[in-house]
């Protein structure tokens, strides 16, 4: 299978998108052709900074890397080294209607909350049909929140389909594990909008103590509790195995223990888990030429597709031979 993924580099990765989403993308990596790509393009919709821009996507590809993307399985690119999509974009535009832009959540909420928004905002649906397309993408794993952009996409390609013959091919979303809804420090989901994360390369240390601030329920230490829905019991979970997960569950549920062991349990596991991808980000990192390098041979690939399907719909459509 074609898969492809777009993440936005608008800020540090954190442990939700990582269990949520990038994991994901890495097991993906096997078995199919796969295509992931940081979406700068879409993130200047909100980061206007250029310094901050440049920082965070080269953020994302070390980040991606050291988490186990391995550009011999996986071509990793970035979006904007990917011209033709923006020009496909275009070419699905002329075909938008604009009701189906206002249906659309991230644009309908900001409009709902009277606050202004730019046209980079309201068609940005139809630039991530053109990242999907472009690349006759079959499947395409993504969260819960982008499945209503999968459902703009199906009918971007259908209606071009139709006009000027087959063209693009219909993707399908893969929601990813909606069970993995990692809750933030607050115990609401995980976002750099709620101020709540933990961020994925963090300093141990400064992980550690946030990890120690993560808020918690007053009651008394030796009432028994129940494990299920408890946040900090859900984080802890995501790093331990099956038998670690049952005797932390049976300290629960027994009671007499204090949420500081649960945390410190936490911090040690986290510890532990993201060690060596921290070890192998710390090398790529001291060797951005090599990000460079993978980089752009992943933009030289994908480009390559990409060209192909633009130059099909430019044929169909009547702009070439
Ligand atoms: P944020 O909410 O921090 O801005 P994004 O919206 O950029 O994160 O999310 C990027 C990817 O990570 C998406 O696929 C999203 O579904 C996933 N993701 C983000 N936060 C979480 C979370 N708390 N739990 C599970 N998945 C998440
Ligand atoms: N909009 C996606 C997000 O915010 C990122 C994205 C851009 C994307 N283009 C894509 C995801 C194409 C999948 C396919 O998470």
Redesign the pocket.
């Given at each position: 299978m074609r898969v492809l993924?777009g993440?936005?580099p608008?800020?540090r990765?954190?442990?939700?998108?990582?269990?949520?989403?990038?994991r994901q993308y890495i097991d993906l990596q096997h078995g199919n052709e796969a295509y992931y790509f940081i979406a700068d393009l879409h993130a200047l919709t909100t980061v206007r900074d250029p310094k901050q821009l440049r920082q965070n996507t080269l953020d994302a590809a070390l980040d991606l890397l050291a988490l186990g993307l391995e550009p011999e399985h996986a071509i990793l690119f970035r979006q904007s080294d990917v011209p033709e999509v923006s020009e496909l974009c275009w070419l699905l535009m002329t075909g938008t209607p604009m009701s189906m832009l206002e249906n659309c959540h991230a644009y309908k909420d900001k409009m709902q909350k009277g606050l202004p928004a730019g046209a980079g905002l309201f068609t940005y649906p139809v630039l991530m049909a053109a990242d999907i397309l472009a690349y006759d993408s079959q499947i395409v794993?993504?969260?819960?929140?982008?499945v209503q952009h999968i459902e703009v996409t199906r009918d971007l390609a259908g209606s071009f389909n139709h006009t000027y013959g087959e063209t693009f091919v219909l993707p399908k979303a893969q929601t990813?594990d909606a069970s993995?809804?990692?809750?933030?420090t607050d115990g609401e989901?995980?976002?750099?909008?709620?101020n709540n994360?933990l961020e994925l390369f963090e300093e141990p240390k400064a992980m550690r103590k946030k990890i120690m601030r993560i808020v918690t329920d007053a009651r008394p230490m030796e009432e028994p509790k129940e494990p299920e829905g408890d946040h900090l019991y859900q984080l802890y979970s995501l790093f331990a195995n099956e038998s670690e997960r049952e005797t932390m569950a049976a300290m629960y549920r027994k009671g007499g223990f204090g949420y500081g062991d649960v945390k410190k349990a936490l911090a040690d596991a986290a510890e532990r888990y993201f060690a060596e991808p921290r070890a192998r980000r710390e090398e790529l990192a001291a060797k951005p030429e090599r990000v460079v390098e993978i980089l752009a041979d992943g933009a030289s690939r994908a480009r390559k597709k990409a060209a192909e399907t633009l130059r099909r719909a430019q044929t169909n459509c009547g702009l070439r031979p």
């Open positions: 993924s993440i936005q608008t800020g990765f954190h442990w939700g998108n990582y269990f949520g989403a990038i794993p993504v969260g819960a929140d982008q990813l993995a809804k990692v809750p933030g989901k995980m976002s750099k909008s709620y994360t």
